[in-house]
């Protein structure tokens, strides 16, 4: 993805390794990541955010779900049936990384629900492996949203 208002084709819209939990993988090529997803850490958010902010006008990005963990693969001899979660969003540079619990951070969670302020609404419906999630935000009216699969 790059920016072109007021940003040249050499300066791509990444994923920043120094604005990240220690425990999510960047890939090299600052596209892609992964949280760390054993001996615990399965159990722990950890998030990231991109090279370049926005101040006004629309943008958008897209995640592409192409793994799906369950946490008992995890665990041996756990019968924890719960899933390994995603959650998309915005947020204010000087938020947590968890998105959707300050009150400048938006989060669509792959359980399906919407959150801002530490308060979550039910909204899109869950992921599943293979989902693509678009996450609009358009700063000149104040609008944020996100869409499965469109």
């Known amino acids: 993805y790059y920016i072109t208002n007021?940003?040249?084709r050499m300066n791509p819209v990444l994923l920043d390794e120094n604005s990240a939990d220690l425990n999510f993988i960047n890939r090299a090529d600052?596209?892609?990541g992964h949280s760390l997803s054993h001996n615990g850490?399965?159990?722990m958010w950890a998030g990231i955010r991109a090279t370049h902010g926005v101040l006004r006008g629309k943008v958008f990005y897209e995640v592409h779900v192409i793994n799906h963990y369950k946490l008992n693969e995890?665990?041996?001899g756990c019968d924890v049936k719960a899933d390994c979660?995603?959650?998309v969003g915005w947020s204010h540079d000087h938020t947590n990384l968890l998105l959707g619990e300050?009150?400048?951070?938006y989060g669509y969670d792959g359980a399906g629900f919407k959150g801002l302020d530490s308060k979550f609404d039910v909204y899109g419906g869950r992921l599943h492996l293979h989902d693509v999630i678009t996450c609009y935000l358009d700063l000149d009216c104040?609008?944020?949203s996100f869409q499965k699969n469109d």
């Open 30 to 32: 600052g596209l892609a």
């Open 41 to 43: 850490w399965q159990y």
């Open 142 to 144: 104040g609008l944020v």
């Open 85 to 87: 979660n995603i959650r």
């Open 6 to 8: 007021n940003l040249s």
């Open 74 to 76: 995890y665990l041996e």
């Open 102 to 105: 300050d009150s400048n951070s």
